[in-house]
């Protein structure tokens, strides 16, 4: 299976960056895992939250190919502990497309095309993060998910 985080813009903390390149470095022993970093679009006077996100939302169909497993990283979603994350990427490994497509937006979420295109959503919490340091927060949460699966001792079980 290959996994892939999707992201609207580019980060702009170097601290993120770290955090998500070494807990990207570490999961290249489980799994098949990338990055795509897709272009943000700015906010000007004619751009309010709608366009953009109908913009943003456009750019995310046309790179979809149909046959991934698309899951919104949504603060509507599903919540779940770190054990019951790793249950449900487990289940994916087994019962899913080749690849899965976990998509955290802009700065003003998803456009409604996208809802309607995603397979699932889920939240990390009930707190809102910004949508640069919930990357770190995924890939940590990934890395974690598959320790658990090997039963590595990562998250003191």
């Known amino acids: 299976m290959n996994i892939e985080l999707w992201c609207i813009g580019k980060t ?20 098949n895992f990338n990055i795509v970093y897709l272009d943000e ?6 751009e309010n939250a709608t366009v953009i996100k109908k913009r943003e939302g456009a750019q995310i169909l046309k790179r979809l190919k149909g046959d991934e497993l698309l899951i919104l990283m949504d603060e509507n979603g599903r919540e779940m502990d770190s054990i ?7 289940h994916k490994m087994i019962y899913s497309q080749k690849k899965v497509v976990f998509l955290i937006g802009g700065a003003f979420g998803f456009s409604q095309e996208v ?12 707190m809102t993060f910004s949508h640069q340091l919930i990357r770190i927060c995924f890939v940590e949460q990934l890395y974690r998910a598959f320790t658990i699966i090997k039963n590595e001792k990562y998250h003191n079980i």
């Open 84 to 90: 019951k994350f790793a249950g449900f990427i487990e």
């Open 41 to 46: 679009v700015k906010k000007g006077k004619k």
């Open 115 to 126: 809802y309607d295109n995603a397979d699932f959503k889920l939240s990390f919490s009930q």
């Open 12 to 31: 702009q903390f170097e601290f993120v960056n770290q955090g998500v390149k070494e807990f990207s470095s570490r999961l290249k022993h489980y799994v």
